[in-house]
């Protein structure tokens, strides 16, 4: 991390979703420079808490992005508005991730 830069990086992005010791690493990361934007890919949901904890500020998951494009395709087939897939996409998204999209629209 100190070879890479990360103690003047803007951002720290960790993609490898099998790697072990990704806690450790945003801990790290976190240490070298406390303001860093720390973006991370996890495997599964399960790992997600523990990558939160030592500091992401979003962890990223195959599983629950599927899952996110289920519930999109399944309301969008039952005939569901715009807005009401909208909103039905960002109250999945905080049950699986615990927390709200930053590209997600503005409450009214």
Do not use: C, W
Not at 38 to 58: H, W
Not at 80 to 88: L, N
């Amino acid at each position: 991390l100190e070879a890479a830069g990360a103690a003047d990086a803007g951002t720290v992005i960790l993609t490898s979703a099998g790697m072990g010791d990704a806690a450790e690493v945003i801990r790290m990361a976190r240490g070298l420079n406390p303001k860093v934007q720390v973006l991370a890919r996890a495997a599964y949901l399960r790992d997600l808490q523990d990558m939160q904890k030592a500091g992401a500020d979003r962890v990223f998951t195959g599983e629950g992005e599927v899952a996110l494009g289920l519930v999109e395709t399944i309301l969008d087939r039952l005939g569901a508005t715009a807005e009401q897939i909208d909103r039905e996409r960002e109250r999945a998204h905080r049950e699986l991730f615990g927390q709200e999209r930053a590209d997600s629209p503005a409450k009214a």
